[in-house]
């Protein structure tokens, strides 16, 4: 490990994998995000939805590997499509969670007030759902790196998967064990990152 990193090739793949990890994240919570808080908001979206969502949620990120490549070719896109994959749906379930269950006496609080439909989602239906969402990004981010492995399976040269699968093809154990560690680290500075984000978002709690 410390070869690697007088060299600067493990910070090379470390930022390669960030790149695409953090990518796949944040368009993950960009479909994510309106799409729970619409279907947290409205029952009839999110019984339209579900059905689908169910159907799909299931299906391991790995077996979308060859439907990748096919829709993508072997370039950056397939590899973004998996993490965007793998991400989405904790995201979405959240975020569907968290809204759909705000208090009902809280709205009508809110009401009773003369607060505005916009003023009721923003101060009241967004903060509660705020600690849901945090949890959904964790697991989010939790499943990007999971993905990450299998989706520098397809035709990558960088990248701490990329590391760990060239480590395992010419049996260096300890460049697996290296590639490991180095996700375990990136993964646990950004859950402390977002779990600083959670309590600036929710000093009330």
């Known amino acids: 490990m410390a070869g690697m990193l007088a060299n600067g090739s493990l910070l090379t793949h470390t930022l390669a994998s960030l790149q695409r990890v953090l990518l796949g994240f944040l368009l993950a919570f960009s479909l994510a995000l309106p799409l729970g808080i619409a279907m947290g908001t409205w029952t009839w979206l999110r019984n339209a939805l579900s059905p689908l969502i169910e159907l799909i949620r299931p299906i391991p990120p790995i077996a979308v590997i060859p439907l990748a490549i096919l829709w993508f070719g072997i370039g950056e896109m397939s590899k973004l ?13 959240n975020v569907i969670g968290g809204v759909s269950q705000t208090e009902v006496l809280h709205i009508k609080a809110a009401q009773s007030l003369g607060a505005s439909r916009f003023h009721i989602f923003y101060y009241v239906t967004l903060r509660a759902a705020i600690p849901n969402i945090v949890i959904g990004m964790r697991s989010g981010i939790s ?14 040269n960088a990248g701490l998967g990329f590391l760990i699968q060239e480590g395992r093809s010419l049996y260096k154990t300890d460049q697996v064990i290296v590639g490991m560690i180095a996700i375990g680290l990136v993964g646990l500075t950004i859950n ?9 978002l929710i000093r009330w709690k």
Not at 145 to 153: K, M, Y
Not at 192 to 200: D, F, P, T, V, Y
Request: hydrophobic share 70%; glycine share 6%.
């Open 81 to 93: 499509f998996i993490i965007v994959f793998g991400a989405l749906f904790p995201i979405l379930l």
């Open 192 to 200: 402390r990152l977002l779990i600083a984000l959670e309590n600036q």
């Open 143 to 156: 499943m990007a790196f999971i993905c990450l492995v299998g989706s520098e399976l397809i035709a990558a």
